[in-house]
């Protein structure tokens, strides 16, 4: 199985600051990583798919980046919706496998 | 528009049964992949089970020979049948598809919790 490791596992940032959230891969996936945003009792939210693309609707201040074993979601100026938790997900194989997730909480 | 509901969560105790349903509205679900997706109370996400559009499935290790993943295209609905739950089956269960290009999960119903408790 493919093991997908985040980090860090919690940040505290401020409105307007920009955050960087990594993704560790076990083996290689190529571009096969999607990231999501998860509200408290609400469900999963699709960010990131292909590593780098956004889906219709996600704001530009979302972005990310790598390929292989290494990859990154950068939000770029942090807005007060965007306090969350976030997952990673590898694409590549089965069984999917997501990262233990970064809560992004208020300084 | 695109809509996924499930049901059937709630109390059970250990070794019990229970047969989860999502009910998908705005497509059509035998022609789209369909999976779920588990989330232990205050825990991180695990992908359970998928279904293909043509009848392939596959599932985690943990719940290989306990779960069964199934569809009633007539009802446009989408199904998980856990079998000798165990307390570590405790989560909330999403049922969840994407576009055909990849497995990414863009449409996610709200969830049903399981809760497996004596």
């Known amino acids: 199985d493919i093991q997908m490791t985040q980090s860090p596992s919690s940040v505290s940032a401020s409105v307007g600051d920009r955050v960087t959230i990594t993704c560790r891969a076990s083996?290689?996936?190529?571009?096969?990583l999607a990231w999501y945003q998860q509200k408290p009792g609400k469900a999963p939210k699709l960010l990131i798919y292909?590593?780098?693309s956004l889906p219709s609707g996600v704001p530009s201040r979302f972005s990310g980046s790598g390929s292989g074993t290494d990859f990154t979601l950068t939000i770029s100026s942090l807005q007060p919706e965007d306090f969350a938790t976030y997952y990673c997900q590898q694409a590549n194989s089965f069984p999917l496998t997501f990262g233990g997730g970064t809560k992004v909480e208020i300084k | 528009e695109v809509q996924l509901v499930e049901s059937g969560g709630g109390l059970i105790q250990p070794g019990g049964s229970l047969r989860l349903s999502c009910v998908v509205s705005?497509?059509?679900?035998?022609?789209?992949?369909m999976t779920w997706v588990r989330q232990a109370p205050g825990k991180g996400l695990e992908w359970v089970s998928v279904i293909y559009s043509g009848g392939t499935t596959y599932y985690t290790d943990s719940v290989k020979g306990r779960f069964t993943i199934s569809r009633d295209n007539s009802k446009n609905t989408v199904y998980l049948q856990m079998n000798s739950l165990r307390a570590d089956d405790t989560s909330v269960y999403y049922c969840?598809?994407?576009?055909?290009?990849?497995?990414?999960?863009?449409?996610w119903g709200p969830g049903t919790l399981v809760t497996v408790s004596s």
């Open positions: 083996h290689v996936i190529s571009s096969y």
């Open positions: 705005g497509f059509t679900v035998s022609n789209k992949y």
């Open positions: 969840a598809t994407g576009p055909p290009t990849g497995w990414y999960f863009d449409s």
């Open positions: 292909g590593a780098s």
